[in-house]
């Protein structure tokens, strides 16, 4: 694994850590996690602010270990995964 590889786990596993609190009240659940990218299921009246809430707990968790590089998340709503 080369370190960026190590780095974008990192990142992601806590996100995923971070994401139940942060859910809590939304219905949104996690469906998965492929590479480097979370899969949400939200109800569609609330995808806006589960859509935030995802980008900022991403940013959040790439803070933590990336100090001097800004950590920038691209989220993307769709009704089904191969619509990103």
């Known amino acids: 694994m080369a370190p960026i590889q190590g780095i974008s786990a990192d990142i992601t596993n806590k996100a995923l850590t971070l994401l139940p609190r942060e859910l809590e009240g939304t219905r949104a659940i996690t469906v998965g996690c492929v590479h480097d990218e979370i899969l949400l299921e939200a109800p569609i009246e609330g995808e806006d602010e589960v859509a935030m809430i995802l980008k900022e707990t991403m ?17 993307v709503v769709g009704r089904i995964w191969s619509e990103k």
């Open 59 to 75: 940013e959040e968790a790439g803070r933590e270990f990336l100090e001097k590089v800004p950590v920038v998340a691209e989220v």
